[in-house]
C-alpha cells in the first residue's frame, strides 16, 4: 500500500495505487475483511492521493497531488465530491488530520509575496466540512 490513513471509527484505509490506473481505496475492518473500495478516476499519470483520512460525518478525505484538491468520499452514496481546490498559486495541504471533535483539519502552508520582499510562509486551517455548510 501506498497511502495508509483510519476512518473515525477506527477501520483501516488503505489507498493502492499501481503503475496502471485505477488508483484504489480501500476500507477494512478490524478482521481484515474488506468493507467498500472506491476507484478513483484520474485523467492525467502525475496525479497521485497523498494523504487519506476518515472524519466523523462518516465520508473519507483525501488530498490528490497534481490534481491540487481535497476530495470527500461517502461511502453510504458512493459519491466522491471536490471540497477544496489548490488556486493561485497556493500550495496544497501538507497536513490532513481528524480533531478531537471528528473534524477533518486541512493545514497547508501558503507562499506570500510581498513587492519587493522575501516569500513569507504562512499556515491556514481549514475544517471540512466547513462551517458555512451547517
Known amino acids: 500500500p501506498d497511502v495508509v490513513g483510519a476512518m473515525a471509527t477506527g477501520e483501516l484505509l488503505v489507498v493502492y495505487q499501481p503503475p496502471t490506473p485505477p488508483t484504489t481505496i480501500v476500507c477494512f475492518d478490524m478482521k481484515g475483511q474488506v468493507l467498500w473500495q472506491h476507484e478513483l478516476h484520474m485523467r492525467e499519470r502525475h496525479v497521485t492521493c497523498s494523504r487519506v483520512v476518515g472524519g466523523a460525518d462518516g465520508c473519507v478525505y483525501y488530498?490528490?497531488?497534481?490534481?491540487?484538491?481535497?476530495?470527500?468520499?461517502s461511502p453510504k452514496d458512493d459519491a466522491a465530491r471536490t471540497v477544496l481546490t489548490a488556486t493561485?498559486?497556493?500550495?496544497?495541504?501538507?497536513?490532513?488530520?481528524?480533531?478531537d471533535d471528528g473534524r477533518v483539519v486541512v493545514s497547508?502552508?501558503?507562499?506570500?509575496?510581498?513587492?519587493?520582499?522575501?516569500?513569507?510562509?504562512?499556515?491556514?486551517?481549514?475544517?471540512?466540512?466547513d462551517r458555512a455548510n451547517k
Not at 488530498?63 to 468520499?73: E, I, K, L
Not at 493561485?88 to 480533531?99: E, F, K, R, S, Y
Open 108 to 129: 497547508r502552508s501558503e507562499l506570500l509575496t510581498l513587492a519587493g520582499s522575501t516569500p513569507v510562509t504562512t499556515e491556514i486551517d481549514f475544517f471540512l466540512p
Open 63 to 73: 488530498v490528490m497531488h497534481g490534481d491540487s484538491a481535497v476530495y470527500r468520499y
Open 88 to 99: 493561485n498559486g497556493i500550495q496544497l495541504p501538507t497536513t490532513l488530520a481528524v480533531d
